[in-house]
């Protein structure tokens, strides 16, 4: 009560906030009319003269009021775009490490150049994130007309670059790529060996656009790097001969969760067969260094309890193929992931593969953290305003509109089914429809969006095919005619490029476009069409001259004459057919209409099977309308109803909040250790020589091994001389008269310590004087960067079935966080102890015959999966590295009849007419014959 009073009168801390920035906006207006006398030469020169200030000891704030000012006078000359008032403010916002909340088709895109020019004039590099190659290309080289007129240059990351062009773009003072692309090269780039082969230079700042979907959506899966390992097959055979020999008492199965666990009597059980069977030879099964061993065990029991053969998969010329529990076919090439293919291969006697495993991993929410200033854009973060604040230190400020929003949001229509809902739904599009109303529809997969469209095609409407030429001519004569046009398109956000140009296009009277929630994103649609994007796509190809000039008048006049048929229809209406569980996927979708200032109108059609509404007592609703008599077809329309779902939608935001933070507290633990590993790897990288550091890691070797054979303070007659010396021979290559030593009279630890260390110095200034120093040098630091490499990535794999397992330990009231971080800890200070003893073994030996590098990376496999459709939506099209997931092997989604990449990494060219030359073709994959359709439903199609 008392706050919604003070709110009335002081006004909202976000109004307190914005009105912060009226002095400066101020500023920056009274600049124009000086800014606008400038030549094009005398404007551009201010950006040297800023960088001229910044080295004599300005700060970057203190050149905001007139670098703000040079952007919007070089924007208007460029693109005939002027900054307004508002998009200063959502400047300034993202320059103060806020993120910009501002409503669709307020101009984003432009609002960005403020602060990545006032931040790009230091000269440490600006990353703009986008969450497509598609958009990442598009406001790159539209933006990038600003940038070179005031002197600066702009790189863009995207798939299919190679090393040198990727270090160039980074190199350029702005840099615009995907999410996937800058993390996978952080990645790539700390598993490299030299630091000229590193693309990225730093994290200075960044700003991330369509922040929401990236930092917390996307946020949720890791970016992962994975090669083959070594051979275990081994150990999964070994595994597999004594699952058979548990009892029903042993394990429990959950098929409904598709779960197998042993029950306390199993884990003895097991314990003793693995024992027995000389597996686990030391501890027990559960201590963290045998946390591989119990994945292993899991692994097994799941593949015996829970994957029946023909049903689950089949075996087929020496190889488990997987059955799709949906459509009942086969899906060769497709595996299981984390060791269960293994272990199915291992229950049926086939030869067992290697494993992929995780040779480097990130989450978004860690990548982006390394920055050191960091922003974001989006039409939607003040639903997550909190998880901003709290995870990245972002406050969220909404930006006012430029002109007053004019949409109509009517409250939801509730329909006891599915069946009656999207029949209710084909009678709202037939109704727009008719009156020539543009209409987007919003569906949550693309399983819905296909019955939608199945729907309407019952009805007499028309799919329209986008692999025929021209395909929206008939929607555009449609429109001229205002003759209902019964075409409609469907979007699954699969190709980006095509489908921004079609979403451009959903403002036409009467088109009808069906989407998912991520399609078109970062396209704004204009009532009327996109004028510019029928110039490109219908004038692309003729030339300059007066024919062209007269046929892109003719277009704008008619995309003119369009969008005063659809604001005289009532503008864009927005259909949703599906609450989504957040709130602010929901507002994505309706802020697509209403677009600076123009009229709209959105609304929801829900039923009570939907997962929102099943989940929140859809059962206890269904009784009641039963009760109060709601016919079939008939809907209730309430604002309660709109209450009690917005309600039930925070709490679905509050969970969802809950599991991110607690996976992120996980993979901050392993994060704090990667940023140890790779620090120090850059530093030695970056050192001439480790002379110093082979030095102590050998003195350090010495000491352990002392420690572990002589006890400090312990009687000469419990010293295990004999075991030293094989120690001595065996790590550390090393003949030493231990023996002679220890029976003198009087000697001590530290005195035998001291031998120990000054005989090993020795040997190894033999070894380096027999090489040669300088080879040496570069010897020793491939050893130690090696050694460390290796370790960390069984590191990874040790820590993920650590943290598999690590849950059991809150049966013993233990909490499994802290109880992770100890175990983490532990295992850290091992690896630091076997890179000491590995690395000092492998100098103590090397013999050098060089041979030089090289620079490539071994081949490799990318994957992030896209939490909203399941799919890997991470594509490596360079050499040496390959796509993950089930897409393993495949060239870059869009490019049929390209390049493949082979087993070894090499590129093989793909003939469109010989199938033999494709090799594995993903089923999700346009087909290499060149038809535009994807594999599985061209040559890959299953009879």
Known sequence: MLGSIAKKIFGSANDRRLKTYAPKVAAINALEPEMAALSDEALAARTQAFRAELKDGKAVNDLLVPAFATVREAAKRVLGQRHFDVQLIGGMVLNEDGIAEMRTGEGKTLVATLAVYLNALAGNGVHVVTVNDYLARRDAEWMARVYGFLGLTT????????????????AADITYGTNNEYGFDYLRDNMKYDLASMAQRGHAFAIVDEVDSIL??????????????????????????????????????????????????????????????????????????????????????KAHKLFSRDKDYIVRNDEVVIIDEFSGRMMPGRRYSEGLHQALEAKEHVTVQPENVTLASITFQNYFRLYKKLAGMTGTAATEANEFAEIYKLDVVEIPTNRNVQRLDEDDEVYRTAREKLMAIGREITAASAKMQPMLVGTTSIEKSEQLGDLLASQGYTRIDFTEPNALDKLYAAAR???????????????????????????????????????????????????????????????????????????????????????????????????????????????????????GRSKFFLSLQDDLMRIFGSERMDAVLTRLGLKEDEAIIHPWINKALLKAQQKVEARNFDMRKNVLKYDDVMNDQRKVVFEQRRDMMAQESLEEIIGEMRSGTVDDLVTKFIPPDSYPESWDVAGLKAAMQETLNLEAPVEDWAKEEGIGDEELRERLTTAADAAYAARVESNGPDLMRYVEKQIVLQVL?????????????????????????????????????????????????????????????????????PPMFASHMDPLTGDDDAAVAEAGLRLGGRNAGAPVPGFGGGTMVDQQGETLARDPDDPASWGRVSRNELCPCGSGKKYKHCHGAIA
């Open 155 to 170: 790189g863009i990351i995207v798939h299919g670059l190679d090393d040198d062009q990727r270090r160039q773009a980074y």
């Open 481 to 599: 005619t205002g003759v209902p046009s019964k075409l409609f398109a469907i979007l699954n956000a699969r190709f980006h490029e095509q489908e921004a140009g079609i979403v451009a296009e959903a403002g036409v009277p009467g088109a009808i476009t069906i989407a998912t929630n991520m399609a078109g994103r970062g396209t704004d649609i204009q009532l009327g069409g996109s004028a510019d994007m029928r110039v490109a796509q219908e004038l692309g190809a003729m030339e300059p001259g007066p024919e062209r000039d007269a046929k892109e008048a003719a277009i704008r006049a008619e995309v003119a004459d369009f969008k005063t048929k659809a604001l005289a229809a009532g503008g864009l209406y927005i259909v949703g057919t599906e609450r989504h569980e957040s709130r602010r996927i929901d507002n994505q979708l309706r802020g697509r209409a209403g677009r600076q200032g123009d009229p």
């Open 789 to 857: 490499d290796h370790l960390w990535r069984e590191h990874i794999v040790v820590l993920d079935h650590l943290r598999q397992v690590i849950g059991w330990r809150g049966v013993a009231q233990r909490d499994p966080l802290n109880e992770y971080k100890s175990e983490a800890f532990d295992l850290f200070n091992g690896l630091i102890g076997r890179l000491r003893e590995s690395a000092t073994a492998q100098a103590m030996r090397v013999e050098v015959a060089y041979d030089p590098p090289s620079q490539q990376l």
């Open 216 to 301: 917390v959506d996307e946020a949720r899966t890791p970016l992962i790097i994975s090669g083959p390992s070594d051979d275990k097959s081994d150990l999964y055979n070994s595994i597999d001969a004594i699952l058979p020999g548990l009892v029903a008492e042993d394990y429990e199965v959950d098929e409904k969760q598709r779960t197998a666990n042993l029950t306390e009597a199993g884990n003895e059980h097991i314990e003793a067969l693995l024992r027995e069977a000389g597996i686990l030879t030391e501890g027990s099964l559960y201590e963290s260094s045998n946390a591989t061993l119990v994945h292993h065990v899991q692994q097994g029991l």
